[in-house]
């Protein structure tokens, strides 16, 4: 999970701000994602973060700020922005009565997609074989694969992932990561919104914590816990009837003899680095968990 | 399996219980005010019978409509003013009464010259200036014609060779339009409070979740849905017997009134839950209603026309609901003349309700799967 | 994969297939829509194609062949008597109780028949009802003739209205004065000169050709139904949004769902047309022109109804409101003359008068067209409306 090399960013935000009414729900917010960089975008609800979406996709013109798409102006309700991006909206807003497959010829036409395959598409997703029944047949699970599915089918530039994974099963999420990832390795990049930090963190090359409509961090998930986490081990040892534990900090210079002591020890029970979570670094900052 | 229906049909409820259903139908009458179909339940019996009484009442028993110019003071005038069942309208000018009758607002249009009665009278034979609408009916144009000109007879004074008596055969005067809508305003209000809203209260709680909250306590399917049946009966039973006061209708066999209104509201009832339990949404509902609506409505068509063939009117089930009311609100009949129609209602009823059982336990598997 | 963007025209066929494609799904709504207009043209069928304009009357009378031919010559100039010679008083007086049936055979003759009393129901011949006869007594014209007062009764079924009875009396009172002698005391007006407007006298519009309208109107309101129903369920479930982050504008979608409302509302109108038989040689272009202005304006109503409401209920009332007033026009060409100034302001009352008097009175474009002019402003009005609320509403979104 390197960053890829610099080139011309393929989604430029610098100072958006939206507001609805006299409620601000993104201020002055800055970020870029390079074309093949898959920027997490963490925060709770109502932070903004699907706010910035609907302005970035031309569903909303904002207040204030410039947003480019490959370099295009979002504001100018530009056709072809439209053409080099794929959505995936959190809400699964599908037409039930019509099938999988039909639901992307649907689309791909839209998109003036020559002979589209849509079984190929599907096949990705693992719905191949229900590709011919309505989508109302669809489980929660399946539905949300179509959702992925459907921001596929033009090949985007850019993706603009609201929640991915939400409501799939641990196999279908790890599936589904792998296919983000591989849109992410053919040169795509990818806005991704999610409350899942594990998902965020495996993901995502860069993150970016969006608190109250203010970006209050943006770095690699790696810098992050480097700058906000303990370098330190926990050691679990057995201690008669109870268990105890003993913390290294890793500058401490006593710390590689206790550290050879512990693990020479027949009580010793388990060794973990303390590194913090992106959820933990999130608190730190803001204060307020990301639920 | 899933768990709704293990929990909801088998786990802890053995046989119907009417205390629950009680439960429930006490929440749906607390909710009842919130929903608009129930309002819209309330306002229309007094809405339907104001705008078709007032607006439409007239409609169907178009009187002869005379017009007349009257430049002098002419006894025909005075004449036609005594004239039962004729409608009269007074113009000051010849043009505007020769527009009115080409436009259809007037049958017939009579002017009466300053000189009128007196050219009549002395025998001068003064020339008649009539006009007749080309819409209006023979019938209408010989009711007037002859009208006028036996005014105008009066007017010269003679005295007819002939002494003419009205005899009256047959029963008394049949129903007037006004009875003949109630009917009408009877099967909207029963449509409404009776179908409309057990079904509608059905599909939200399966929208909203919240039967599949109820499914897993001991209620079972079959109790939610006999208590939106209770309440389309209760709503319907009061909203037949307002719409009946409203309109004067409520015969002379007040408990034989309250059976055939207690079994068209039961009737209705049952139809809405049934409908209720069979549509997945209220789009669904409101598509059956929309395309349905006309045969729930048929049978009283045939009140307002009594010529049409009556027996179509039995093709439709309403009918065995709807006649019995018709019959003993309006007619005089009391439960002896309408126990065969009562009983197909019941019938029906019976039917409607073996299906709405079925259906309860599909829509708890429904709800369950989805 | 992305090829050459989608043209316009493309994005907009795409989605008013897409939308039909969904409508089709719904089968029980397609059963129930054809079910809909099946139940209209049957009904158009069943109701009675002629206007009965006349009177009917029992007539008993004996010997006065005068009295005969007065009365047939006054039913025939009319065409608004109809009457029924039967064989005694008695049996007029039976008829008009409705103890007896009367009918009339294929040769003109009047039959009566007891049905308590066991009688066979005559063949070929067909049932009159009589509600109201005139019994004069033997020998009447020689009386009145000479002038002497002379006794005739009218028997009347209590049903009949006043104004008929009272006509009756003076019918019978002018035949006395015509058989004793006594002229009219006024100058009768050339026939000719005392119709206004077209006589339609034996030729008046039915029932059933008054409904078309109304049966055009409602079919074009329940499209108005599917079409806010299939807007505010893209709305709702904002599928509208997943359609819009593609190059699909906002217009497309407009202009998409106008295309779908419309062509699913005018495609029922005409088919009910054609099969009521309003549709002919001479009226076709008014009518379909009618029928599209009609469509377009329902397909309107269905945006803002669409878009306004926030649930289905909430649609449906939404509906009504629009609904209710529209109809008025429908139901006011069934009340004879013109209709109040206030009626005539209602935005269908143009296509209403348009539908009614092309397929009712056989006018063309010549007549018609200042109606059709002033529903074209009221679509234009409307449809504006229409995609501003819409507009507005997906926006919001």
């Known amino acids: 999970m390197t960053a890829p090399a610099m080139t011309a960013p393929a989604i430029q935000v610098e100072g958006l701000t939206y507001a609805y009414g006299s409620q601000v729900a993104v201020r002055g917010v800055s970020f870029e994602v390079q074309p093949g960089e898959i920027l997490g975008f963490l925060g709770p609800n109502g932070a903004g973060k699907s706010t910035t979406i609907k302005v970035l996709t031309g569903q909303l013109t904002p207040k204030a700020g410039v947003a480019r798409i490959l370099g295009r102006d979002v504001t100018l309700d530009d056709s072809e922005i439209q053409a080099q991006i794929g959505v995936c909206f959190e809400e699964k807003n599908l037409y039930l009565s019509m099938s999988g497959k039909e639901n992307l010829d649907f689309y791909a036409s839209l998109f003036g997609i020559k002979d589209f395959d849509a079984m190929a598409v599907l096949r990705r997703v693992g719905l191949a074989e229900r590709a011919n029944d309505r989508v109302s047949s669809y489980s929660k699970g399946m539905r949300q694969r179509m959702m992925i599915s459907r921001s596929f089918i033009n090949r985007p530039k850019v993706l603009f992932l609201d929640e991915p994974t939400d409501g799939l099963d641990p196999v279908s999420s790890a599936a589904i990561r792998k296919t983000i990832r591989e849109e992410a390795d053919r040169g795509a990049a990818v806005l991704l919104t999610t409350h899942d930090m594990f998902e965020a963190d495996e993901l995502s090359d860069r993150v970016a914590f969006i608190n109250e409509g203010e970006i209050v961090a943006l770095d690699t998930s790696e810098n992050l816990k480097l700058k906000y986490g303990k370098r330190s081990i926990k050691v679990r040892l057995r201690d008669g009837d109870r268990v105890r534990e003993e913390v290294l900090e890793l500058g401490d210079p006593e710390a590689g003899a206790r550290m050879a002591v512990a693990v020479a020890s027949p009580d010793l029970l388990t060794i973990h680095t303390e590194e913090a979570t992106l959820e933990a670094i999130f608190i730190q900052l803001t204060g307020r968990g990301l639920a | 399996m899933s768990s709704t229906r293990a929990f909801g049909l088998t786990r802890t409820s053995k046989g119907f219980s009417l205390t629950r259903t009680l439960k429930v139908f006490k929440k749906d009458m607390a909710m009842g005010p919130r929903s608009p179909f129930f309002l819209y339940a309330l306002v229309l019996p007094v809405a339907m019978t104001v705008i078709l009484q007032l607006v439409f009442g007239t409609l169907f028993e178009p009187k002869p409509r005379l017009g007349l110019v009257d430049f002098g003071d002419s006894a025909v005038s005075a004449g036609a003013r005594a004239i039962e069942g004729i409608e009269l309208t007074f113009l000051d000018d ?277 | 994969m992305t090829g050459r963007p989608a043209s316009r025209a493309a994005i907009i066929a795409a989605i008013v297939r897409k939308d039909f494609k969904e409508f089709s799904r719904d089968r029980l709504y397609v059963f129930l829509s054809a079910l809909m207009l099946v139940f209209f043209i049957g009904i158009f069928w069943v109701v009675p194609s002629t206007v009965d304009e006349s009177i009917v009357i029992g007539i008993y009378q004996t010997g006065i062949d005068e009295l005969g031919m007065l009365l047939q010559q006054e039913g025939d100039e009319s065409g608004g008597l109809e009457l029924v010679p039967l064989a005694s008083e008695e049996d007029l007086k039976g008829v008009i109780a409705g103890d007896l049936e009367a009918y009339r055979t294929v040769g003109g003759d009047i039959v009566t028949r007891d049905e308590e009393a066991g009688d066979e129901k005559p063949k070929d011949a067909e049932r009159v009802r009589v509600a109201i006869g005139i019994a004069f007594p033997e020998g009447f014209a020689g009386p009145a003739a000479s002038g002497v007062g002379t006794a005739v009764t009218v028997y009347s079924d209590a049903d009949v209205p006043p104004e008929i009875q009272g006509a009756m009396k003076s019918l019978v009172r002018e035949l006395a004065f015509s058989i004793a002698g006594h002229p009219l005391p006024v100058e009768l007006p050339a026939a000719d000169t005392v119709i206004l407007g077209q006589d339609r006298a034996g030729n008046q519009v039915a029932m059933r050709d008054r409904m078309r309208p109304l049966f055009v109107f409602f079919v074009l309101m329940m499209e108005t139904f599917a079409l806010a129903s299939l807007i505010s369920s893209e709305v709702m479930t904002r599928t509208v949004l997943a359609v819009l982050v593609t190059p699909a504008k906002l217009g497309d979608v407009l202009a998409a769902k106008t295309i779908f409302g419309t062509l699913l509302a005018l495609s029922q109108a005409l088919i009910l047309l054609v099969a009521v038989g309003a549709l002919t040689a001479q009226n076709w272009s008014v009518l379909i022109v009618a029928a599209l202005i009609g469509a377009l304006m329902f397909t309107a109503i269905g945006m803002m109804v669409g878009a306004a409401g926030k649930d289905f209920i909430g649609t449906i009332f939404y509906a009504m409101l629009f609904v209710l007033p529209l109809a008025i026009p429908a139901f006011a060409v069934f009340f004879p003359g013109t209709a109040s100034a206030w009626i005539r302001v209602i935005p269908s009352y143009g296509l209403i008068q348009t539908i009614t008097g092309v397929s009712s009175y056989s006018e063309g474009w010549a007549d018609v067209w200042p109606h059709v002019a002033t529903t074209l402003a009221w679509v234009v009005v409307l449809y504006m409306a229409g995609l501003f609320v819409l507009k507005r509403k997906v926006e919001s979104l």
């Open chain 2, 94 to 370: 010849v043009e505007t009464l020769k527009r009115q009758v080409e436009a259809n607002d007037l049958d017939v249009g009579l002017v009466l010259s300053a000189d009128f009665d007196e050219a009549v009278r002395s025998g001068g034979k003064p020339p008649l200036e009539l006009y007749i609408g080309g819409e209006s009916l023979a019938s209408t144009r010989i009711v007037l014609d002859v009208t006028a000109l036996d005014l105008i007879r009066a007017v010269e004074g003679s005295v007819p060779p002939v002494v003419v008596e009205l005899v009256h055969l047959g029963d008394a005067p049949s129903l007037p339009i006004s009875a003949r809508l109630v009917p009408l305003i009877m099967m909207y209000a029963l449509l409404i409070a009776g179908i409309f809203v057990p079904a509608s209260g059905l599909i939200e709680e399966k929208e909203k979740g919240t039967l599949t909250a109820m499914l897993v306590t001991p209620v079972r399917a079959s109790e939610v849905v006999a208590a939106k049946a209770l309440l389309g009966f209760v709503l319907a039973f009061v909203m037949s017997v307002v719409t009946l006061v409203l309109n004067n209708a409520l015969g002379s066999r007040p408990l034989s009134l309250i059976v055939v209104v207690s079994v068209a509201a039961a009737f209705s009832a049952l139809l809405g839950v049934v409908l209720g339990a069979a549509a997945r949404s209220v789009t669904a509902l409101f598509t059956i209603m929309k395309s349905s609506g006309i045969i729930l409505i048929g049978p009283v068509i045939f009140y307002l026309f009594p010529e049409w063939p009556q027996w179509i009117a039995k093709l439709f089930p309403t009918y065995w609901m709807i006649d019995p009311i018709w019959q003993v609100a309006l007619q005089g009949a009391g439960l002896g003349d309408v126990w065969v129609k009562v009983a197909i209602a019941v019938a029906i009823g019976v039917v409607l309700a073996a299906i709405a059982g079925v259906l309860a336990g599909r829509m708890a598997e429904q709800v369950a799967g989805e």
